[in-house]
């Protein structure tokens, strides 16, 4: 292949597509990486030499809502993404092949473009009983995990399951999930949580890389500072409301129509880092609080036992000023969580010495048991 | 005799795996097997019932939103609530642009690569393109040029070497009938249909914040402001918008999807006799009309069709839908011969499958994550066939306008629909007819709006302390890919026992204790086989369903075979 073949601006050339819209994707993905203006011919520079990127895109304990977050992109569009600035070559949902026809297409990128391709993860890895839980062609998704994810350029983990097991892997869970981190420690991975993630999070992650040859900055806990740098509660359209006082009472009263503040409904944006308010969803169409309902706090680490019950007031939401960060936040919220009552103790400690199983079974050899018995949700905070 | 694997089957949600036996060019047995288990029921033990659609809608985000009714409906059901009418149709319009949107993808994005090639597409001629799409649709994108532009950037794309996810498919295979100038309409189309279902699921943005897995139900209602003088809430403004993506919804569907499909069967008669599986067709029915919890209100109506006899409609009783697990990874307390209903479910895994790696599963024994849901003891098929033969057989007039118009088209008789074609042609059918009904429903909203009704929600028993110690309900949908069904028990204020029965456990269910196939499994039996080593007419057949196997959350199928298992692909 010549020099230049096949590169982004040529491909769209080809179809038409005007350099004004090109250029235009360019500076949307310098404002969602919150990049000066000045760097939007940088990234068309970058665009228009780079050759289409290998991804492999695996699918364990999902239920492929990021997979359909990812089809809602729009600048650029899936088609775009899919056609002129990456090569999909393994996606179960979206692939023409099956069986071994499909693997065959998996171990032919692991094997042409050995840590030059990337590998997207959604979804939990169970390690429960060595890997029964999700078996693909008859192998345990785990194993494929570290296959494709150890010889990967990096990883990107895009969704809660794959950040850190998520619903399979939340109280109660049978199967032991945990998220890619755990199971390929020391690899490159790039952890966009949600549920499903902002796939213009995942557009914007991407392209950094194409435009600079890095992936963005990321926090302690691998998500980049660009989305979840930020208190949600900071940005909130509905801000001014809890500063003044007006709340949301019941569902359909006279604050829920004038848009005030949903915190006494059970809204996590004052202990949530992301940018929902900011980027929004589907073409910036809207956000679960700007539609009228609480933020449920899905980018927080296990925020399915964390966060719940969603209805249920935040006591002492910390984290009010706007130059905390996600880590400092992350720690007092623990912190204060351990310390609450009893019952929450009793809570935190299940977890944590499920997660010390998780972390056994994961040094173990795939087919051991799994660490003793499955937790119960016994050690659950009481409803409120 | 020889064992086909299939592992995995793509193009689907979730993980499902197929072995046939097949001998003289037709597959003369079938087993499905679901590979990934996430115990979703387990999880919501213990929680608050406010909380359980959160968590419930999880179980599946292709066919979003639907697992979030059917919990609401469920708790609803169990606190004895009754939505305001604005919450109804709110509702119904979030879940129809789903239907609308979900089987068009399904048609160009999951399916259609079993019929269209799209290596041939390279060779079509734009013009004669023109003229076949001008021939058969109104639709404004047919243009010599428009054509023209699509094939060059299929060749672009081709030219790089990089296929993608069009590498390693079955182009070639003596089984696709397209010429090349309709291969390349359908793959022009695809690319138009991956634009159009961004913009219109922002319908769902509009009502629910946003999609996949919109946040705005509440138990009693929706969240959702309305308030004709508040910019904030949903306005006659915002209506107007949704009004104008019903209208780009509608206009997609009659102009593209419905004439693609049909001129698509065109080249396929023969499935029309193909795929049939078990006959036995049931709905829930949906799109409440009138009071909610009144079938009689529905849209489409609630019943089941047996024997493929379309000359009665039975009724459906809820009590009569039981599990069993007798060839599923699971364990009852009581043993596993008799089924439970799913106020009595238990969801206990016990895994007996080989330990992994393994080249085959062990089919006479348990072999699924998927229970066997049963109807009075019988086997049922669901999803848009099912509802268009209720419908037709109910003597619904819009539907047997519809039907008998495509009937027509194609040249073929009512018994054309038990079949693989059958089921293409009836989601297609059923799509257009409830795109029809989205402007409707969306007047509803607009009158309220004007006289001044902005209740959404029924608030009396937000407050856990209003309910009874102990309380159980279910809450029944239809959702695109099927009959769904949540079942819940309350007890001092908490979750006890919650059971999903999903389109896709129906469909895609194991062996019974008495041995009889799920329909998948009945269906298979009969497919040809031109090339058993890649069984493009196996993937016709499974995908006519729309599988979604993380919804059959249930499902985990390893199978032991015998040591002339081929897996293929």
Same mark, same amino acid.
């Given at each position: 292949?010549?020099?230049?073949?096949?590169?982004?601006?040529?491909?769209?050339?080809?179809?038409?597509?005007?350099?004004?819209?090109?250029?235009?994707?360019?500076?949307?993905?310098?404002?969602?990486?919150?990049?000066?203006?000045?760097?939007?011919?940088?990234?068309?520079?970058?665009?228009?030499?780079?050759?289409?990127?290998?991804?492999?895109?695996?699918?364990?304990?999902?239920?492929?809502?990021?997979?359909?977050?990812?089809?809602?992109?729009?600048?650029?569009?899936?088609?775009?993404?899919?056609?002129?600035?990456?090569?999909?070559?393994?996606?179960?949902?979206?692939?023409?092949?099956?069986?071994?026809?499909?693997?065959?297409?998996?171990?032919?990128?692991?094997?042409?473009?050995? &840590?030059?391709?990337?590998?997207?993860?959604?979804?939990?890895?169970?390690?429960?009983?060595?890997?029964? $839980?999700?078996?693909?062609?008859?192998?345990?998704?785990?194993?494929?995990?570290?296959?494709?994810?150890?010889?990967?350029?990096?990883?990107?983990?895009?969704?809660?399951?794959?950040?850190?097991? &998520?619903?399979?892997?939340?109280?109660?869970?049978?199967?032991?999930?945990?998220?890619?981190?755990?199971?390929?420690?020391?690899?490159?991975?790039?952890?966009?949580?949600?549920?499903?993630?902002?796939?213009?999070?995942?557009?914007?992650?991407?392209?950094?890389?194409?435009?600079?040859?890095?992936?963005?900055?990321?926090?302690?806990?691998?998500?980049?500072?660009?989305?979840?740098?930020?208190?949600?509660?900071?940005?909130?359209?509905?801000?001014?409301?809890?500063?003044?006082?007006?709340?949301?009472?019941?569902?359909?009263?006279?604050?829920?129509?004038?848009?005030?503040?949903? $915190?006494?409904?059970?809204?996590?944006?004052?202990?949530?880092?992301?940018?929902?308010? /900011?980027?929004?969803?589907?073409?910036? /169409?809207?956000?679960?609080?700007?539609?009228?309902? &609480?933020?449920?706090?899905?980018?927080?680490?296990?925020?399915?036992?964390?966060?719940?019950?969603?209805?249920?007031?935040?006591?002492?939401?910390?984290?009010?000023?706007?130059?905390?960060?996600?880590? *400092?936040?992350?720690?007092?919220?623990?912190?204060?969580?351990?310390?609450?009552?009893?019952?929450?103790?009793?809570?935190?400690?299940?977890?944590?010495?499920?997660?010390?199983?998780?972390?056994?079974?994961?040094?173990?050899?795939?087919?051991?048991?799994?660490?003793?018995?499955?937790?119960?949700?016994?050690?659950?905070?009481?409803?409120? | 005799?020889?064992?086909?694997?299939?592992?995995?089957?793509?193009?689907?949600?979730?993980?499902?795996?197929?072995?046939?036996?097949?001998?003289?060019?037709?597959?003369?047995?079938?087993?499905?097997?679901?590979?990934?288990?996430?115990?979703?029921?387990?999880?919501?033990?213990?929680?608050?019932?406010?909380?359980?659609?959160?968590?419930?809608?999880?179980?599946?985000?292709?066919?979003?939103?639907?697992?979030?009714?059917?919990?609401?409906?469920?708790?609803?059901?169990?606190?004895?609530?009754?939505?305001?009418?604005?919450?109804?149709?709110?509702?119904?319009?979030?879940?129809?642009?789903?239907?609308?949107?979900?089987?068009?993808?399904?048609?160009?994005?999951?399916?259609?690569?079993?019929?269209?090639?799209?290596?041939?597409?390279?060779?079509?001629?734009?013009?004669?393109?023109?003229?076949?799409?001008?021939?058969?649709?109104?639709?404004?994108?047919?243009?010599?040029?428009?054509?023209?532009?699509?094939?060059?950037?299929?060749?672009?794309?081709?030219?790089?070497?990089?296929?993608?996810?069009?590498?390693?498919?079955?182009?070639?295979?003596?089984?696709?009938?397209?010429?090349?100038?309709?291969?390349?309409?359908?793959?022009?189309?695809?690319?138009?249909?991956?634009?159009?279902?961004?913009?219109?699921?922002?319908?769902?943005?509009?009502?629910?914040?946003?999609?996949?897995?919109?946040?705005?139900?509440?138990?009693?209602?929706?969240?959702?402001?309305?308030?004709?003088?508040?910019?904030?809430?949903?306005?006659?403004?915002?209506?107007?918008?949704?009004?104008?993506?019903?209208?780009?919804?509608?206009?997609?569907?009659?102009?593209?999807?419905?004439?693609?499909?049909?001129?698509?069967?065109?080249?396929?008669?023969?499935?029309?006799?193909?795929?049939?599986?078990?006959?036995?067709?049931?709905?829930?029915?949906?799109?409440?009309?009138?009071?909610?919890?009144?079938?009689?209100?529905?849209?489409?109506?609630?019943?089941?069709?047996?024997?493929?006899?379309?000359?009665?409609?039975?009724?459906?009783?809820?009590?009569?839908?039981?599990?069993?697990?007798?060839?599923?990874?699971?364990?009852?307390?009581?043993?596993?011969?008799?089924?439970?209903?799913?106020?009595?479910? *238990?969801?206990?895994?016990? $895994?007996?499958?080989?330990?992994?790696?393994?080249?085959?599963?062990?089919?006479?024994?348990?072999?699924?994550?998927?229970?066997?849901?049963?109807?009075?003891?019988?086997?049922?098929?669901?999803?848009?066939?099912?509802?268009?033969?209720?419908?037709?057989?109910?003597?619904?007039? *819009?539907?047997?306008?519809?039907?008998?118009?495509?009937?027509?088209?194609?040249?073929?008789?009512?018994?054309?629909?038990?079949?693989?074609?059958?089921?293409?042609?009836?989601?297609?059918? *059923?799509?257009?007819?409830?795109?029809?009904?989205?402007?409707?429903?969306?007047?509803?909203?607009?009158?309220?709006?004007?006289?001044?009704?902005?209740?959404?929600?029924?608030?009396?028993?937000?407050?856990?302390?209003?309910?009874?110690?102990?309380?159980?309900?279910?809450?029944?949908?239809?959702?695109?890919?099927?009959?769904?069904?949540?079942?819940?028990?309350?007890?001092?204020?908490?979750?006890?026992?919650?059971?999903?029965?999903?389109?896709?456990?129906?469909?895609?269910?194991?062996?019974?204790?008495?041995?009889?196939?799920?329909?998948?499994?009945?269906?298979?039996?009969?497919?040809?086989?031109?090339?058993?080593?890649?069984?493009?007419?196996?993937?016709?057949?499974?995908?006519?369903?729309?599988?979604?196997?993380?919804?059959?959350?249930?499902?985990?199928?390893?199978?032991?075979?015998?040591?002339?298992?081929?897996?293929?692909?």
């Amino acid at each position: 292949m010549e020099p230049g073949e096949g590169t982004l601006g040529r491909l769209l050339v080809a179809h038409h597509v005007s350099r004004r819209a090109f250029l235009r994707f360019c500076s949307a993905m310098a404002a969602a990486l919150a990049l000066p203006p000045m760097y939007a011919p940088r990234i068309a520079r970058a665009l228009d030499v780079a050759q289409r990127v290998p991804v492999i895109w695996l699918e364990g304990q999902d239920c492929a809502g990021n997979t359909e977050g990812f089809l809602r992109a729009s600048h650029p569009t899936v088609a775009d993404l899919v056609l002129e600035i990456l090569s999909v070559d393994y996606h179960e949902t979206l692939m023409a092949p099956a069986g071994t026809a499909a693997e065959r297409s998996r171990s032919d990128t692991v094997g042409a473009f050995p &840590g030059a391709y990337i590998a997207v993860v959604e979804g939990g890895i169970p390690v429960a009983e060595g890997g029964v $839980y999700c078996a693909i062609g008859g192998r345990s998704f785990r194993s494929i995990v570290e296959e494709v994810c150890g010889g990967a350029l990096a990883t990107i983990a895009v969704g809660t399951c794959a950040y850190d097991g &998520g619903l399979p892997g939340a109280n109660g869970g049978p199967t032991e999930a945990v998220g890619v981190s755990a199971i390929v420690p020391g690899k490159t991975i790039i952890n966009l949580p949600g549920c499903p993630m902002n796939v213009q999070n995942l557009t914007a992650t991407i392209v950094h890389y194409l435009t600079f040859g890095t992936f963005p900055a990321v926090d302690s806990r691998g998500r980049p500072t660009f989305a979840y740098g930020q208190l949600l509660h900071d940005q909130c359209e509905r801000r001014a409301h809890f500063d003044a006082g007006e709340y949301v009472l019941g569902w359909g009263d006279e604050g829920h129509r004038k848009g005030w503040c949903l $915190y006494k409904m059970g809204c996590k944006g004052p202990e949530t880092f992301a940018n929902c308010p /900011t980027v929004r969803f589907n073409d910036r /169409t809207s956000w679960p609080v700007k539609a009228g309902h &609480g933020c449920v706090g899905c980018t927080m680490p296990r925020f399915w036992d964390q966060m719940s019950p969603f209805y249920r007031r935040l006591s002492n939401p910390p984290g009010f000023a706007v130059d905390v960060t996600a880590d *400092e936040v992350g720690l007092a919220f623990v912190g204060a969580v351990t310390g609450l009552t009893v019952i929450h103790g009793a809570a935190s400690y299940a977890r944590a010495r499920r997660a010390r199983a998780s972390d056994e079974a994961i040094s173990r050899p795939a087919g051991g048991p799994a660490g003793g018995p499955p937790p119960s949700g016994d050690g659950r905070p009481e409803v409120a | 005799m020889t064992r086909l694997v299939i592992d995995p089957i793509t193009r689907i949600e979730g993980h499902l795996r197929i072995e046939v036996e097949a001998s003289n060019g037709a597959v003369t047995d079938a087993w499905s097997a679901g590979t990934m288990f996430r115990g979703l029921e387990l999880v919501l033990r213990g929680r608050d019932p406010r909380d359980a659609w959160v968590f419930a809608q999880r179980a599946c985000g292709v066919c979003t939103t639907v697992h979030a009714l059917a919990s609401v409906r469920a708790v609803e059901n169990a606190l004895e609530l009754t939505i305001p009418a604005n919450a109804r149709i709110i509702r119904n319009l979030i879940a129809g642009i789903q239907f609308v949107q979900d089987h068009v993808i399904h048609f160009y994005h999951l399916h259609a690569l079993d019929w269209v090639d799209v290596v041939s597409a390279l060779s079509a001629d734009p013009a004669k393109t023109a003229d076949l799409a001008e021939s058969i649709s109104p639709y404004p994108d047919s243009s010599v040029s428009y054509f023209r532009a699509v094939r060059d950037r299929l060749e672009a794309f081709t030219a790089t070497g990089q296929l993608g996810p069009f590498a390693n498919g079955y182009w070639g295979h003596p089984a696709y009938r397209l010429t090349p100038e309709a291969n390349l309409l359908a793959v022009a189309h695809y690319l138009a249909a991956l634009e159009w279902q961004r913009n219109v699921i922002r319908i769902q943005a509009l009502l629910g914040g946003k999609n996949p897995h919109p946040q705005t139900y509440v138990v009693g209602g929706m969240a959702i402001g309305i308030d004709p003088n508040s910019p904030t809430a949903l306005t006659m403004r915002r209506l107007s918008e949704v009004a104008q993506l019903i209208d780009e919804a509608r206009t997609f569907v009659d102009q593209v999807y419905l004439p693609d499909v049909m001129a698509v069967a065109g080249f396929y008669k023969d499935w029309a006799g193909i795929g049939a599986g078990i006959g036995n067709y049931m709905s829930y029915g949906d799109f409440p009309l009138g009071d909610p919890t009144d079938p009689r209100t529905f849209y489409l109506p609630r019943g089941i069709v047996m024997g493929r006899d379309l000359g009665a409609v039975l009724p459906v009783d809820h009590a009569k839908v039981a599990e069993s697990v007798a060839h599923s990874w699971y364990a009852y307390s009581d043993g596993d011969a008799t089924p439970h209903h799913p106020w009595k479910g *238990e969801t206990q895994p016990a $895994y007996a499958g080989p330990p992994l790696p393994y080249e085959s599963l062990e089919w006479h024994d348990k072999y699924s994550w998927l229970k066997a849901p049963r109807y009075d003891g019988q086997p049922m098929e669901v999803g848009p066939l099912a509802r268009m033969l209720v419908a037709y057989a109910s003597g619904h007039p *819009e539907v047997r306008e519809a039907v008998d118009d495509a009937l027509r088209a194609l040249g073929v008789g009512p018994e054309a629909l038990f079949s693989t074609l059958g089921r293409v042609a009836a989601r297609a059918i *059923e799509t257009s007819l409830i795109a029809a009904r989205l402007e409707e429903w969306l007047c509803d909203l607009e009158a309220n709006l004007r006289t001044g009704d902005l209740a959404v929600a029924d608030a009396s028993r937000w407050d856990p302390s209003t309910w009874p110690a102990h309380a159980e309900g279910f809450g029944m949908v239809e959702a695109p890919r099927g009959s769904l069904g949540h079942w819940v028990v309350i007890d001092d204020q908490a979750i006890t026992n919650y059971q999903l029965v999903v389109p896709s456990t129906w469909n895609g269910s194991p062996r019974d204790a008495a041995g009889r196939r799920g329909a998948w499994e009945e269906a298979l039996v009969g497919t040809p086989l031109a090339d058993p080593q890649r069984p493009v007419e196996i993937l016709r057949t499974i995908h006519s369903f729309d599988p979604c196997l993380a919804c059959a959350v249930h499902v985990y199928d390893p199978l032991r075979g015998t040591s002339t298992t081929v897996t293929v692909g």
